[in-house]
Nanobody, 126 residues
């Protein structure tokens, strides 16, 4: 599957953005999808993952209560609604997909994801 991330931009602290991850192909419903981010000078870190049906989610503690992931398998798209943004959320955000048969299979380790989008920049000013 090929992924295209979009929706990044510049926003003030406390503001909101919605990222989208659009996928090619007709089997999107067989992929768990995650968002990772990489801040300047730091390694890539896990943000959130959603299972293939959208039923199960898992958030990093740093974004819990502020970010919400959702997916529309009819539109082959996963969304990341980001509210109450902080300067420390500034990073390049990447979506990643993992082929799976199981709705219980939604890992948080980047090594478990075989398909990656190109990234979209999110900058939060203080």
């Amino acid at each position: 599957v090929q992924l295209q991330a979009s929706g990044g931009g510049l926003v003030q602290a406390g503001g909101s953005l919605r990222l989208s991850c659009a996928a090619s192909g007709r089997t999107f419903g067989t992929y768990a999808v995650a968002w990772f981010r990489q801040a300047p000078g730091k390694g890539r870190e896990f943000v959130v993952v959603v299972s293939k049906s959208g039923t199960n989610t898992y958030y990093a503690d740093s974004v819990k209560g502020r970010f919400t992931i959702s997916r529309d398998n009819e539109k082959n798209t996963v969304y990341l609604q980001m509210n109450s943004l902080k300067p420390e959320d500034t990073a390049v955000y990447y979506c990643a997909a993992r082929f799976t048969y199981f709705d219980s299979d939604y890992p948080s380790n980047e090594a478990d994801f075989g398909s990656w989008g190109q990234g979209t920049q999110v900058t939060v000013s203080s």
